[in-house]
């Protein structure tokens, strides 16, 4: 990522993994990286977590298509949500 302007606090990165299309219930945050304070320039890192637990899948959602979110906010407000579809 790139940051234009320096940043005092910390951007907090999460992952998560959507259980079920029907309901946010079953949503597992996999991680969250807390990263900063961030000084301007480009800056790359490598995010890493442990898989989801399937016993908290529903049956009906484990072999479907689902999404893994990853998401940046900066003083709790969210400004990035990428979903990747796996």
């Not at 999460?14 to 990286?33: F, I, M, N, P, R």
């Not at 979110?69 to 979903?83: H, K, N, P």
């Amino acid at each position: 990522y790139e940051c234009l302007q320096p940043l005092a606090n910390d951007l907090e990165w999460k992952l998560t993994y959507v259980g079920s299309a029907e309901s946010d219930a079953h949503d597992q945050v996999l991680d969250t990286v807390l990263v900063g304070p961030v000084a301007v320039g480009s800056y790359k890192f490598v995010f890493q977590a442990d898989p989801p637990d399937i016993s908290r899948i529903p049956q009906s959602d484990i072999l479907g298509v689902t999404v893994l979110l990853l998401t940046c906010s900066y003083d709790d407000v969210e400004f990035i949500r990428v979903g990747y579809y796996v």
